[in-house]
Nanobody, 125 residues
Framework: QVQLVESGGGLVQPGGSLRLSCAAS????????MGWYRQAPGKQRELVAD??????????EYADSVKGRFTISRDNAKNTVYLQMNSLKPEDTAVYYC????????????????WGQGTQVTVSS
């Protein structure tokens, strides 16, 4: 089985910083893309940032609301993705979920997507 485990969430003051980490484990051959999503109470899940491999080149995308404040990075050798969050705002409060897309495993040639359990980020006023 494939498991994604997030860490680094917590309670911070506005203007503070957090770094989220997500490590994928299991019989993984490769992962095409990894990213971060968030969901606040009563709202739909939304993309925060993702990073997708294209040969030796990575493609990075951010939500407009976090551009200039958040930075996503990836360590393919460790199957790990990070999200550095700076200048946090109360509206950033949400459960943040790690996602892995296009995961190839030892089970066969099919590709699958996986989600972590989520980590709470709370930015107080």
């Amino acid at each position: 089985q494939v498991q994604l485990v997030e860490s680094g969430g917590g309670l911070v003051q506005p203007g503070g910083s957090l770094r989220l980490s997500c490590a994928a484990s299991g019989s993984i051959f490769s992962i095409n893309g990894m990213g971060w999503y968030r969901q606040a109470p009563g709202k739909q899940r939304e993309l925060v940032a993702d990073i997708t491999s294209g040969g030796s080149t990575n493609y990075v995308e951010y939500a407009d609301s976090v551009k200039g404040r958040f930075t996503i990075s990836r360590d393919n050798a460790k199957n790990t993705v990070y999200l550095q969050m700076n200048s946090l705002k109360p509206e950033d409060t949400a459960v943040y979920y790690c996602n892995a897309q296009g995961v190839r495993t030892a089970w066969g040639p099919r590709l699958s997507d996986y989600w972590g359990q989520g980590t709470q980020v709370t930015v107080s006023s």
